[in-house]
């Protein structure tokens, strides 16, 4: 596979590791966990990304 396409794959996934994170983050707050620290360990997420998946709308 050349660079460029790693690149491109390499980005893709690791997308779709913050998309599930944000969908886990997401049930944990609507299940009651409201500690954001606990929420970004638990997730492997940044403060930032935690507070967006618990705000977005039409996250669901």
Do not use: Y
């Not at 707050?29 to 990304?49: M, R, V």
């Amino acid at each position: 596979m050349c660079k460029t396409m790693q690149v491109i794959v390499d980005r893709e996934r690791e997308d779709a590791e913050v998309a599930k994170g944000k969908r886990i983050a997401l049930n944990l707050w609507k299940n009651g966990e409201h500690d954001l620290d606990k929420i970004a360990q638990t997730t492997e997420l940044s403060l930032e990304q935690v507070r967006e998946a618990i705000t977005e709308p039409c996250s669901a």
